[in-house]
């Protein structure tokens, strides 16, 4: 697959055709996407809204190569993510995914800089761990361990981990869910910032409908499809939106 550095701005990364995911438990089945089209392009900041059980998580699962879909078609560029094999998508989940979720899972033995170096040491193009955590505003935090850093600061380390392998895509799911306001404008900064440095396509799943104006597009999710989309004319800052 295609490094980053090749990825025309406005191309389309991830394209996705009348998804659909069914969970069974048992006798209970659960309709959790009901034919989802979407299409993100190079550099996008994409916000994703819609209440709880609406399917964005499981859409951003099988965007993300984590989960496999009932029916439909998703692709990475020209990659199918539908029909490719298990080993074909964990590559695919190595070398082009970054996932950041509301619990940040670093390691609590290691410093933020060891927790972003397990990654770069098994990725193909990796940023120094010191890169990565000096875009996410880290440079004096590197050596503290993670109960010596806030909510916030340990999602900003979990954000360097997930870009220090230089993805193409930047999979958030609820990444303020955990923290307050003030902190949570922090971790979206670093968000911002890493989409607007890296170029990784980015899409976050949040339940703060004020945090729409920081994208390029919203997407809103309801019953398991995209009820509706919408562009912002402009974008605002994180620190400029209320919560
Ligand atoms: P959201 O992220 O919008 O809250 P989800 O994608 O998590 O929505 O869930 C959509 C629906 O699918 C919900 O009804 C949820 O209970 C169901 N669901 C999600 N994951 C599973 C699973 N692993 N097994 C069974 N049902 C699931």
């Not at 990364?13 to 089209?37: M, S």
């Not at 890169?131 to 909510?151: I, K, N, T, W, Y």
Request: glycine fraction near 6%; charged fraction near 25%; proline fraction near 4%.
């Amino acid at each position: 697959m295609d490094p980053a550095a090749t990825i025309e701005r406005n191309e389309p990364i991830l394209r996705i055709k009348g998804l659909c995911k069914t969970y069974r438990t048992g006798e209970v089945e659960v309709q959790a996407l009901r034919g989802v089209d979407f299409e993100a392009r190079a550099r996008e900041f994409i916000v994703i809204l819609g209440p709880s059980g609406s399917g964005k998580s499981t859409f951003l699962n099988i965007a993300g190569g984590l989960d496999s879909a009932s029916a439909g078609e998703a692709w990475f560029m020209d990659h199918s993510l539908t029909r490719q094999s298990e080993s074909e998508l964990t590559r695919y989940r190595r070398d082009h995914v970054g996932f950041i979720f509301q619990f940040y899972n670093l390691v609590p033995s290691l410093t933020a800089r060891e927790n972003v170096k397990l990654v770069t040491e098994i990725a193909k193009r990796p940023m120094k761990p010191e890169e990565a955590l000096a875009m996410v505003g880290l440079e004096d935090r590197m050596e503290h361990f993670p109960a010596q850093l806030s909510g916030g600061e340990q999602q900003r380390v979990a954000i360097a981990r997930a870009i220090a392998k230089r993805p193409d895509v930047l999979l958030c799911d609820e990444p303020t869910g955990a923290l307050d306001s003030k902190t949570g404008i922090k971790v979206l900064e670093a968000l911002t910032r890493v989409n607007a440095e890296t170029g990784a396509t980015t899409l976050v799943i949040t339940h703060n409908a004020a945090i729409a104006m920081i994208a390029d597009r919203v997407v809103h999710f309801a019953n398991g499809t995209i009820a509706s989309e919408q562009r912002n004319a402009s974008r605002k800052l994180p620190s400029e939106v209320s919560w």
